[in-house]
Structures are given as structure tokens and as C-alpha cells.
């Protein structure tokens, strides 16, 4: 590890302050829980750390007009437990525990969780694997690696790394916002549109501005999220990243789907809202072979590597199960 310079603000205006003084090279610090890694191994080495782990204005939940909102500071073991998440947003808690361990979830946070980077083996591996997103230009390992975790939607000729998180799955599926605050005020961004497709520039991520810092989530509370909930498929049934994942909410009217959001994870390079497979299903009846064929629209234009064919038939099985064992005893 190499050295740097280690800040630790009181409030979210001297976090502002201390990002910007510090210019490139500056890097936010929450929990922790993935930062030290990539800095161990190599792959993030800033010149000075802000950290805001114990910023109190972060650390805020609760429900206020018609919003879920969480604190960027609230640790994820704290949100998939309030009672108001568990009622009101199943998926959201179901996607924060079904996240790695019970005590990096006391130690994370929900914005260190959205800003976590890929877990592709050939970012991580340093040299000498080329890594367009690690070194822009140097090419991509992970193409005609062996790595089966790579993602199958959204993917481009120099990037197919997967999009780690679980609870962003919930969160673009429920029409999630995030606060970001920087030198020149404070904005929100649809969550949909904070992760980068990979396109022709990977080492782009996120569309946060330099010194910018996301504040809180806010979700709006709606019946369809309050019928929702999370399935996730993985090598190992704790402690592991998502082959396969989908949040999903099924309203019915009648006997057909009346309202429905799904959200898919572990396949794609971004959070992927599948809105094409939710505009099909909705009117119809809630079928297996229905909701099979919403699986399969939702997997449309998936681009496998010779690593991860399977990711296609199980990313369409994962939407399906999820759609009926959230509908259960309803339909
Ligand atoms: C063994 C292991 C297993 C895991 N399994 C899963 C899993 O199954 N599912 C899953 O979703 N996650 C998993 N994770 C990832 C884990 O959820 C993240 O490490 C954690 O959420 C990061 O939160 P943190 O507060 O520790 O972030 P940090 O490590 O402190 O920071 C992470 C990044 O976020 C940036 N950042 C932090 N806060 C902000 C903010 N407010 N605004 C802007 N940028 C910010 C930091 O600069 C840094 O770049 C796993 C991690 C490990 C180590």
C-alpha cells in the first residue's frame, strides 16, 4: 500500500471542502469494506482519503413524505432490519441481506455499496492482466478469460465486467433517486442514471462529478414495492456474488399482472431495468410460461463470452422465479 493523506471531517460541507482541496487522487472512505482491498491489491492508491464514516448527517432513515430515505452513512445491516424497509420495500431489505457478510454489513454503508466496484478477477488481478477499465487502452482479459461472473447485457468489445451490487437491483426496479452534493451545490440523479454503460471508455463508472458526494437514497413508497422481493443466485448459497439476480413487484388486477417492476442483477454491466419484459406481462396472467417469456424479453440482446453462456438461461429462469414466488398465494 502506498502512503497517503488521511482526513476525517465532521460535516458533509468540510467533506465537500476537503474532496476539493485535495483534487485528483482524493477518495471518500465509508466503511471501508472494499476501499483497503482494492488498496491492498493495488488497484486504487489515492493520495489522500476523506473519511466520512462518521459524518452524522449521512447517517439518517425513515419514511417522510411519501419517500423511503436513506442516509448515505446508514449501514446496510441497519436498513435491511427497520421495520418501515422489511413492510413497506421487501426487496430493498431481502437484497441488503442476502449482501456478503453480517459483519461487513455492520460496517458498510449504503453509499459505499453503491460506488463498490466490479469484482471481475482480471480488474482485480493487476498485471498482468490488460484491463481497459484498470488501464484505459490495454485491452480486456476478461473477453476470452474464464472467469463465468462476467455480465451478458450491456456489455461492449472493451468491457464485460458484471455490476457487483444487490440492492441497486432493488433500487433501479423502484424508481430509486440519489442527492449528490458538490463544490457547486446539490443535485439528484435517477438512480438509474448514476452506473455507466462500459461503451469505448470503462474506466468511466459513474456519473458523479469530481468532488461530488452522494448524500442520500430516496425510494418512493408505492403498493407495488410493498409486493415485492429478491432472489439471488449464487456459486454458494452465503457469502457470494450474484450469478443471477432479480427484484422484482407484481400487483394484480383481477386475474391478470396489473402493475409490475423488475430489476435484474448479476448479469449486466449496470443495475438493468427491464422494462420491455414488465410492459409484456402487464395485462396478462401470471403464468409459468408467462412468466418465462418475461425472462427471455428481459435477457434480449444478451452478448455471451464462451465463459458465460449459461448466464442467459439461468438469468431468464431467475426472472421467472422471482415473478411467481413474489406473486405466491396471489395468483
Ligand atoms: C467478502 C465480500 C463479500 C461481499 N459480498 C457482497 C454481496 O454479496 N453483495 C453486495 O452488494 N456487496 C457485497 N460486498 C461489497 C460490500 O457490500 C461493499 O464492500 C460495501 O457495501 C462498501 O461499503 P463501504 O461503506 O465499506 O464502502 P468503502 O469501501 O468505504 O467505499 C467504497 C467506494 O465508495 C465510495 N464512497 C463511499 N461513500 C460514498 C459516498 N457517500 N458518496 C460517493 N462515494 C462514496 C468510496 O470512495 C469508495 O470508492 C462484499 C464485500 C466483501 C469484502
Not at 194 to 212: F, I, K, T, V
Request: hydrophobic share 45%.
Amino acid at each position: 500500500m502506498l502512503p497517503f493523506t488521511y482526513q476525517r471531517p465532521e460535516t458533509v460541507a468540510e467533506a465537500v471542502d476537503a474532496l476539493q482541496a485535495g483534487g485528483p487522487g482524493t477518495t471518500l472512505l465509508a466503511g471501508g469494506t472494499t476501499l483497503f482491498d482494492l488498496m491492498k491489491i493495488g488497484v486504487a492508491s489515492p493520495s489522500r482519503v476523506v473519511d466520512i464514516h462518521r459524518v452524522r448527517e449521512l447517517d439518517h432513515l425513515g419514511v417522510a413524505n411519501g419517500e423511503l430515505v436513506i442516509g448515505a452513512g446508514a449501514r446496510m445491516s441497519r436498513v435491511s432490519a427497520e421495520p418501515d424497509v422489511i413492510r413497506l420495500f421487501p426487496a430493498i431489505s431481502e437484497s441488503l441481506w442476502r449482501s456478503a457478510s453480517q459483519q461487513l454489513r455492520n460496517m458498510a454503508t449504503m453509499g459505499g455499496n453503491l460506488m463498490q466496484r466490479t469484482r471481475c478477477a482480471y480488474f482485480r488481478g493487476g498485471e498482468p492482466f490488460p484491463c481497459n477499465k484498470r488501464e484505459p487502452g490495454s485491452g480486456c482479459a476478461a473477453i476470452s478469460g474464464v472467469d463465468g461472473g462476467m455480465a451478458v447485457l450491456g456489455v461492449s468489445d472493451q468491457c464485460v465486467a458484471t455490476y457487483p451490487g444487490d440492492v441497486g437491483i432493488a433500487l433501479v426496479a423502484f424508481d430509486a433517486v440519489v442527492d449528490l452534493v458538490g463544490p457547486d451545490g446539490g443535485r439528484s440523479l435517477p438512480f438509474a442514471q448514476l452506473n455507466l454503460l462500459p461503451g469505448s471508455s470503462p474506466e468511466r463508472e459513474h456519473a458523479l462529478l469530481d468532488g461530488e458526494l452522494i448524500t442520500q437514497i430516496r425510494v418512493p413508497v408505492t403498493p407495488v414495492a410493498a409486493a415485492s422481493g429478491y432472489l439471488k443466485i449464487r456459486p454458494r448459497e452465503s457469502y457470494a456474488f450474484a450469478f443471477a439476480s432479480a427484484a422484482v413487484g407484481v400487483l394484480f388486477a383481477g386475474d391478470v399482472v396489473g402493475e409490475c417492476r423488475i430489476g435484474i442483477g448479476g448479469v449486466a454491466t449496470r443495475p438493468w431495468r427491464a422494462s420491455a419484459a414488465e410492459a409484456w406481462l402487464t395485462g396478462k396472467p401470471l403464468t409459468e410460461d408467462n412468466a418465462r417469456r418475461a425472462g427471455e424479453i428481459a435477457l434480449q440482446g444478451a452478448r455471451p463470452i464462451a465463459a458465460n453462456e449459461f448466464k442467459v438461461e439461468l438469468g431468464i429462469r431467475t426472472v421467472a422465479k422471482a415473478l411467481l414466488d413474489v406473486a405466491g398465494g396471489d395468483r
